[in-house]
């Protein structure tokens, strides 16, 4: 993709204003906000997988399993087994 391309011109755009919201979790207060953010999400969206937030709902489970799986070891356990 070219730096120059419409993509990105979007994206930089729009980012300021996404990044509070969307991003890789540290800490337990980041992965706080994802979930509470998730949770409402799920309350707008339910089960219509074609609503225009569906893949940001599937991109902060991505974002707060993986936080899961290196920070939080009894989900870890309880998945595995």
Do not use: C
């Not at 949770?39 to 225009?52: A, F, S, W």
């Amino acid at each position: 993709m070219n730096v120059n391309s419409p993509e990105i011109t979007v994206v930089a755009v729009h980012w300021p204003e996404l990044a509070n919201s969307v991003f890789v979790p540290h800490s337990e207060a980041e992965y706080q906000r994802l979930v509470a953010l998730l949770d409402r999400l799920i309350d707008e969206v339910g089960e219509e997988e074609d609503h225009p937030f569906a893949s940001l709902m599937e991109i902060l489970g991505v974002l707060i399993e993986q936080y899961e799986a290196a920070h939080v070891p009894e989900l870890s356990d309880e998945k595995e087994g």
